[in-house]
């Protein structure tokens, strides 16, 4: 029998669904395809009742037990940060390069089945609803500036010219005409209904972008750090605890160090005698080691994606058998310039997919990607959120729904340094890629609480000591330590900037990870099998960060 805390949680997921299509589809909720989001103050209103009302059964129940305490306050946790965040208007005035709805109106339809006429009615349904759904975006941020809380210009400018890439007007096919050119069927009244209305999501977004670069633009706030309270509120939701920020400033300095001597190391190892500079040119340079364009660059992931999957089953972990296939896709141009992952839907028809971005490139070195597969895929990201998926007997459906940033991108950067533990980067070359992405990683930390609480560089550093952090100065600083290329940090600062907190949770995660299971080691001594702990682990479900050691630093947590 299901019990009073599953039964709410499954009612929650039922009527958000409903207030939120767009977001019940990216999780994989059937039913309501055919349905668009309302972005505008009354459909946030709506939500935010929806959840002030979920808060208030909750506390009215006793847990029965351990699964149900694990449920309960995972989801009061939710939605007391989403409560918060909607007092402070910050839905209002969501608006970014990344994971802002003006991104999901229009990746919903990537993920989309098309294989059907029926599929494409639902298809056109949504199309329809694109107008209505950037209108009632454009009322939120309207409500958002004339209640003195302006987007940051530049956020308000980044997503401009994403709306002019989609809308066709910085070269390239409209977004939305490509999708419904890939109509096949033969109804012809059903075809003009597909043109006809991507075409007016396409005017959606150009007037859209024409609107953020002209009105509301000049009405946006020139100060991009989010401030101690703001960031501290957004790290929360991104990791379901309130780190020592200053603290995790001081950690992220200590890892950037580490990881930066052992890169000066394997980099001997991949060009002798050579430094790190000089071994990634030679790794982006030589054909030898890179594949040509798009297609093979996915025919590649797909075949690592496979073996990888093929290799660990079995031995390091037990994959269901729904979980193995990942679809390795190319994303659509004119996105953020990150890789991204989408689980698969409730009932497994629509398979996890991981998105690489090519910004326009043709040439693909390889060495960087290995690890970035082992995020994205498996034993990352895929694993997780699909095994997650697949416990329909074991977890409410709201934790098989729901993401936790700390968690989840925390897991998928234990997942780079477990395949490192296990021996899967042979080749020095993807060592030195996985460890430019541990870097990669650590400078966010650094960037991300510099800008945003605008922190003193310690005064020992070679890097501009003792001046006070700036966007300016951020952009200097990942250029010159990330190891990735300028163009990319380009993106990847307009998303630290747009999205204060988020970028910190995949080091800050990857360590509550780790201390969790050096604990449980601790703690069980010789009976400690790793295998097993993860299948514990990733059985609890998400989980918010300050649950961690209840949860998995005991070896079996309250289950024992």
Known sequence: ?????????????????????????????????????????????????????????????????????????????????????????????????????????????????????????????????????????????????????????????????????????????????????RYAGHDSARAKRLLREASAATEAYASTASWMRGELAALGSERDAAGRERYALFARRALGATPDLLETYAWGWEELHRLEDEMVRVAGLVVPGAGVREAMEVLETDPSRAVQGSEALRSYLQDLIDRTVEQLDGVHFDIPAPLERVEAMIAPPGGAAAMYYTGPSEDFSRPGRTWYPTLGKTVFPLWGEVSICYHEAVPGHHLQVGQVRYLKDELSRFQRMTFVSGHGEGWALYAERLMDELGYFEKPEFRLGFLRGQVFRAVRVVVDLGMHLELALPAGERFHPGETWTPALGKEFVDERSCFPPDFMASELDRYLGWPGQAICYKVGERAWLEARGEARRRLGSAFDLKQWHARALGAGPLLLEQFPAELAGGQGRRS
């Open 1 to 181: 029998m299901t019990s009073a805390i599953y039964q709410l949680c499954d009612t929650y997921v039922e009527e958000m669904a409903a207030l939120d299509p767009v977001s019940a589809t990216s999780r994989g909720i059937l039913g309501h395809d055919a349905e668009m989001t309302d972005y505008s103050p009354e459909g946030l209103a709506a939500r935010d009742e929806l959840n002030r009302r979920v808060a208030a059964g909750l506390a009215r129940v006793e847990p029965a037990g351990w699964r149900d305490q694990v449920a309960r306050d995972l989801l009061v946790g939710e939605l007391s940060t989403a409560k918060a965040l909607h007092d402070a208007g910050e839905d209002l005035r969501a608006l970014r390069v990344i994971a802002s709805p003006f991104q999901e109106v229009r990746q919903v339809f990537d993920i989309m089945p098309s294989e059907t006429e029926e599929h494409w009615e639902t298809i056109a349904a949504r199309l329809a609803k694109v107008p209505s759904a950037l209108a009632g975006l454009r009322s939120s941020l309207t409500e958002a500036v004339s209640r003195g809380l302006p987007p940051p210009r530049r956020q308000v400018l980044a997503c401009a010219a994403q709306g002019e890439a989609w809308a066709g007007q910085r070269g390239g096919e409209p977004f939305f005409d490509g999708l419904v050119g």
